[in-house]
């Protein structure tokens, strides 16, 4: 089990490298990638099942304590990113496929790293784990409408079809895994120590069957599609921020909603793009994969490094 946990820890620790490499030999040799495409709803379902597996039912806690500050974490995730994602397609003309796949990003619930960086941006992370949780529970209603919604004159979409591929994908087995953490919580705690490597073994499978796609189209639209992900992550973090400063969010709780909105599920994106719409709305998601955890590490980095303002304050009130 050892052996395993530290292969583990040397998965995850580079997981950017791994999906940039995977992804340059997809682009270049895609044939033997191809065909994972037709699994990416069942790779997707396992990596679900895993958060599932991390999360119990004293996350929901929160609901009943800080109900205001849930309230507006979910509420920003649901407002700003599918508008955000919507306005960047229009103002860069994406084509349809492309804008109906940004949109879905900005759709998705927040993605599990929101956790990790608002634990090392020393923000509020019970406050971010409890806002994934209910992100993820309501996404199969809430993704399914806005996306249509704000997507509808782009690209045609089986509303039925997309919200019940959401409760397959995402509903069912995140709660199979917090029935197993509730019911077997030794088990799961052993086994919560290689999934988040098998999380990330599949996320890299998907991308590079996506990559294989659409290797083709890829070569010629490279440029607008990373501006589009880039400015729409970098705004999902800047608004997440402020919006929280806004409602009176403490620094602590600001970071944590930063990430909330700024980091998405861009993985269930991916699956729900290529099983409902073209496999070029697949591609905003597989590379805001990449781009996500750069300048959420980063941005996570250097708060982690900084002296939190309310530590500030208390020392500049003591000089007084």
Known sequence: MKFLEKLAHFICKYMTLWVILISVI?????????????????????????????????????????????????????LIMPLVGFGVAKILGLSPALAAGMVLLGACPSGTGSNVMTYIAKGDTALSVTVSSVNTILAPVLTTY????????????????????????????????????????????KLVKVVPAVSVVFIITI?????????????????????????????????????????????????????????????????????????????PGAVMTVWEYMTGSLLASYWGNKKPVEALQEEARVLA
Do not use: Q, W
Request: hydrophobic fraction near 55%; include cysteine; aromatic fraction near 10%.
């Open 26 to 78: 997809a682009f270049y040799n895609p044939e033997p990638f191809k065909p994972i495409g037709k699994n990416i709803s069942y790779m997707l379902g396992i990596i679900m099942l895993g958060m599932g597996l991390t999360m119990s039912l004293e996350d929901f806690r929160l609901i009943l304590t800080r109900p205001k500050d849930v309230f507006y974490g979910v509420f920003f995730r649901y």
């Open 146 to 189: 806005i996306f249509s919604f704000l997507a509808g004159a782009m690209i045609p979409i089986d509303i039925g079809a997309l919200l019940l591929d959401i409760v397959k994908i995402v509903l069912v087995p995140v709660s199979i895994g917090i029935a197993m953490h509730t019911a077997a919580p030794k088990l799961v705690e």
């Open 207 to 283: 991308m590079s069957s996506v990559v294989a796609l659409n290797a083709a189209r890829m070569a010629t639209m490279a440029l607008v599609l990373c501006l589009a992900v880039a400015i729409h992550n970098i705004a999902g973090l800047v608004f997440g921020y402020y919006a929280g400063k806004a409602v009176g969010m403490s620094e602590k709780k600001s970071r944590a909603v930063t990430f909330e909105i700024g980091m998405e599920n861009s993985g269930l994106a991916v699956a729900l793009a290529m099983a409902h719409l073209d496999p070029m709305a697949a591609l």
